[in-house]
């Protein structure tokens, strides 16, 4: 934890405008972008390689990877100034960081799946879409919290976590199978992703501060050096890839089509109330106090604007991250400028294509045995949110069904072989059904008796 007493005044540490010396500053917001560094890179790997053309692909459309990873950093830290510094009605003027999100990505695969760098103009044009509704949720938001109670917003949670796993084990055991590779599961491959896990975990208990805040990064920098030993890193890109890169405007171009609008305004939804609680739970565990409307409303047009802006430029949908949440309760830090500080070496590191070149050369089994912690996290944040719930027989049976329903479709999309591409594209998910089933038992079945619930 950092020494407060050389920060500042307890009122001062609490006071979102306070800038603490620099000398401290800068230590905590870069401890800030340590914290979701990895997590905020993921998605477009993840992404590229679904699409075919991330690890283990030699086509030339493997710069297009390069530049999304480029992209989530850059978006990343504007987005996050958006809420630190503002701009008019957007942003919540709070220590809030901004990254690339998980949620969409069970939306995101089924649209990209297989067909190549061809598909992420169609992505693209969901993100611009997604990112408009979002902002305009904005006004309202405070209005429909009352349809996502924690029985709502817990299985969301723990649906997203559930729907990513299998990805983190196919990265561990060597990648997606469909790539055929003939050492895919090898014992190699599982020793270097489980060195990563087990490394985190010791970090991450046994270390205090910044150590135990970057513990997913320390792991992964292990795994990647026992992985250079087993010679699984090439380095062949990144003497090719330039020292700084502007981003380029449409760099995918823009297509739309009813499932990608629908799904990710859909997720906009959900990524709103993520966003209420992150906002929340920053006020609460900085500065002791709830969050205002005014500070909740800035924060999702921070949200939307944001995402909406990434998308004119080939990066992914940015949320609030919930990890920068507890680093600020365990810091006692408040301070909007510390995270802006942050924001400006992502967007630094955003600029310089090398740096996306670099990371690229993480071998997919390292990445697995990160995303493995970090999708396990993601569920066990749902089970968490879930323990708030009051488990009568009615709230029982909505969270049974939805859960059935929708994590089956997402196993078995094969039985929606029937139905037009865009309802099959939107099911299959797993998520959207859950969380509408979810939502809509929840607002028609009548509460249960105190009676009945014993």
């Known amino acids: 934890m950092a020494d407060t007493h050389s920060?500042?005044?307890?009122?001062?540490?609490?006071?979102?405008?306070y800038t603490p010396p620099l000398a401290k500053a800068i230590p905590l917001g870069i401890q800030h972008i340590l914290a979701m560094f990895v997590s905020n890179v993921t998605p477009a790997i993840i992404i590229a390689g679904a699409a075919g053309f991330g690890f283990g692909s030699n086509s030339p459309d493997f710069p297009s990877m390069l530049y999304m990873?480029?992209?989530?950093m850059l978006f990343a830290g504007i987005a996050t100034l958006f809420q630190t510094i503002g701009l008019g009605p957007v942003g919540a003027r709070l220590p809030i960081v901004q990254g690339t999100s998980f949620a969409f990505i069970p939306v995101m695969i089924p649209l990209v799946a297989g067909?190549?760098?061809?598909?992420?103009?169609?992505?693209?044009?969901?993100?611009?879409a997604g990112g408009i509704f979002h902002a305009c949720l904005a006004p309202f938001i405070s209005k429909i919290r009352f349809a996502l109670p924690p029985l709502v917003t817990g299985l969301v949670v723990t649906m997203i976590g559930?729907?990513?796993?299998?990805?983190?084990?196919?990265?561990?055991?060597?990648?997606?199978?469909?790539?055929?590779?003939?050492?895919?599961?090898?014992?190699?491959?599982?020793?270097?992703?489980?060195?990563?896990?087990?490394i985190t975990f010791g970090v991450k208990f046994f270390t205090k501060g910044m150590l135990s805040a970057s513990a997913i990064l320390i792991g992964i920098l292990a795994g990647y050096v026992?992985?250079?030993?087993?010679?699984?890193?090439?380095?062949?890109?990144?003497?090719?890839?330039?020292?700084?890169?502007?981003?380029?405007?449409?760099k995918f171009g823009l297509d739309f089509s009813v499932a990608a609008v629908v799904g990710f305004c859909l997720m906009g939804i959900i990524s709103a109330i993520e966003t209420v609680g992150d906002v929340s739970g920053i006020t609460k565990g900085g500065a002791g106090r709830e969050a205002t409307d005014k500070e909740i409303t800035g924060a999702t047009f921070?949200?939307?604007?944001?995402?909406?802006?990434?998308?004119?430029?080939?990066?992914?949908?940015?949320?609030?991250?919930?990890?920068?949440?507890?680093l600020i309760a365990m810091t006692g830090v408040m301070s909007r400028h510390v995270v802006t500080i942050g924001a400006l070496f992502l967007i630094a590191a955003g600029l310089v294509p090398k740096v996306g070149a670099i990371i690229s050369?993480?071998?997919?089994?390292?990445?697995?045995?990160?995303?493995?912690?970090?999708f396990g996290m993601v569920v066990a944040a749902g089970v968490s949110i879930l323990a708030d719930v009051h488990w009568n027989r009615r709230n029982m049976m909505i969270f049974a069904i939805s859960l059935s329903i929708g994590l089956g479709l997402q196993l078995e999309p094969g039985a929606l072989q029937h139905?037009?591409?865009?309802?099959?594209?939107?099911?299959?998910?797993?998520?959207?059904?859950?969380?509408?089933?979810?939502?809509?038992?929840?607002?028609?079945?009548?509460?249960?008796?105190?009676?009945?619930?014993?």
């Open 302 to 326: 921070a949200d939307g604007f944001g995402t909406a802006l990434a998308g004119l430029f080939g990066a992914l949908p940015n949320t609030s991250f919930s990890q920068n949440v507890g």
């Open 226 to 250: 026992i992985a250079f030993a087993f010679g699984m890193v090439s380095f062949g890109n990144v003497a090719n890839a330039a020292y700084f890169a502007p981003p380029v405007p449409l």
């Open 7 to 17: 920060l500042g005044t307890p009122e001062q540490l609490r006071d979102p405008n």
């Open 162 to 198: 559930l729907a990513l796993i299998k990805v983190g084990i196919q990265y561990a055991a060597g990648g997606v199978p469909a790539i055929g590779k003939p050492e895919y599961g090898s014992l190699q491959n599982w020793f270097v992703a489980l060195s990563v896990v087990v």
């Open 115 to 128: 067909k190549g760098v061809d598909a992420i103009p169609l992505l693209m044009g969901g993100v611009l």
């Open 419 to 454: 139905l037009p591409a865009t309802a099959k594209i939107l099911l299959s998910s797993g998520l959207l059904p859950s969380a509408f089933i979810a939502v809509f038992l929840n607002l028609i079945l009548p509460e249960e008796l105190e009676a009945d619930s014993e």
């Open 69 to 72: 990873i480029q992209m989530s």
């Open 361 to 374: 050369t993480v071998p997919i089994e390292v990445l697995g045995g990160g995303v493995i912690v970090m």
